[in-house]
């Protein structure tokens, strides 16, 4: 039976990066993106060019109140499009940065940081448990910011830490369903993440660089694939893992 993966902010990025190589792999894709609806049809069109099928569906992962109306949408595709009442796999990539020191740190900055990076992880999971299949796969993105600091990220990172530690606890409980959850957490990534500073800007791409073993900074061909590669069989056995894909950041 053909997987689908369900992946959140996959309009770009990481995102669009882990649907394409789920989709060369063999899987279907559900994505989600918050406002690029022209670049979310863009790898829809590029998954069905492979043969796979894929959706794509707007939704801003910091809207709680958002997750019971796009899980019957989701409910309703599923039956529609591939006659099933479930999914194998959910990844949790949605994101966004917001560049503050603590002491400039505004409560709007944090609540997003917050409502987007963990409490909307937490709450769409909850909401999409019933869809997804026993003995399926969550990855959820956190970042190498939790391991190695960098100032002006206090808020992002402390949102991604608690992402660290709810993956745990839901690796345990979902256990019974045979459901393993794991994180994954990259290192500077040349996106236009946090406003495409790493990509951008030689200055900070340098600095990364020189902190990297490897001797550069990442593309999101360095993540997609290994995501991909995470959620198949081979990887069955990993769970309840933070696994860093940083090219030896700040070893």
Same mark, same amino acid.
């Given at each position: 039976?053909?997987?689908?993966?369900?992946?959140?902010?996959?309009?770009?990025?990481?995102?669009?990066?882990?649907?394409?190589?789920?989709?060369?792999?063999?899987?279907?894709?559900?994505?989600?993106?918050?406002?690029?609806?022209?670049?979310?049809?863009?790898?829809?069109?590029?998954?069905?060019?492979?043969?796979?099928?894929?959706?794509?569906?707007?939704?801003?992962?910091?809207? *709680? !109140?958002?997750? +019971?109306?796009? =899980?019957?949408?989701?409910?309703?595709?599923?039956? $529609?499009?591939? &006659?099933?009442?479930?999914?194998?796999?959910?990844?949790?990539?949605?994101?966004?940065?917001?560049?503050?020191?603590?002491?400039?740190?505004?409560?709007?900055?944090?609540?997003?940081?917050?409502?987007?990076?963990?409490?909307?992880?937490?709450?769409?999971?909850?909401?999409?448990?019933?869809?997804?299949?026993?003995?399926?796969?969550?990855?959820?993105?956190?970042?190498?910011?939790?391991?190695?600091?960098?100032?002006?990220?206090?808020?992002?990172?402390?949102?991604?830490?608690?992402?660290?530690?709810?993956?745990?606890?839901?690796?345990?409980?979902?256990?019974?369903?045979?459901?393993?959850?794991?994180? *994954? !957490?990259?290192? +500077?990534?040349? =996106?236009?993440?946090?406003?495409?500073?790493?990509? $951008?800007?030689? &200055?900070?791409?340098?600095?990364?660089?020189?902190?990297?073993?490897?001797?550069?900074?990442?593309?999101?061909?360095?993540?997609?694939?290994?995501?991909?590669?995470?959620?198949?069989?081979?990887?069955?056995?990993?769970?309840?893992?933070?696994?860093?894909?940083?090219?030896?950041?700040?070893?």
């Amino acid at each position: 039976m053909t997987r689908i993966s369900l992946v959140t902010g996959a309009s770009r990025g990481l995102g669009r990066s882990t649907a394409l190589n789920i989709a060369r792999l063999g899987g279907d894709v559900i994505l989600t993106y918050r406002s690029r609806s022209e670049d979310a049809e863009a790898v829809v069109a590029e998954i069905r060019a492979m043969g796979r099928k894929a959706i794509a569906f707007q939704l801003d992962t910091g809207d *709680v !109140a958002a997750f +019971a109306a796009f =899980t019957e949408r989701v409910r309703a595709t599923l039956h $529609d499009t591939w &006659s099933r009442g479930t999914f194998d796999h959910l990844v949790n990539n949605a994101g966004h940065g917001d560049y503050a020191l603590i002491g400039q740190t505004t409560e709007a900055q944090f609540d997003a940081l917050v409502n987007v990076h963990f409490k909307g992880v937490l709450f769409l999971t909850q909401a999409l448990l019933p869809l997804i299949a026993d003995g399926g796969r969550i990855v959820n993105l956190s970042s190498g910011l939790t391991r190695v600091s960098y100032p002006g990220y206090a808020a992002y990172a402390a949102a991604k830490g608690a992402v660290e530690v709810l993956s745990t606890y839901l690796a345990k409980e979902l256990g019974e369903r045979r459901i393993a959850v794991n994180t *994954v !957490a990259p290192g +500077a990534i040349e =996106t236009d993440f946090g406003g495409g500073a790493v990509r $951008d800007d030689p &200055s900070i791409n340098k600095i990364f660089a020189q902190m990297t073993a490897l001797g550069r900074a990442g593309v999101a061909e360095d993540i997609g694939p290994m995501i991909a590669s995470l959620l198949s069989d081979a990887n069955r056995w990993v769970n309840a893992q933070r696994i860093e894909v940083s090219g030896g950041q700040a070893i």
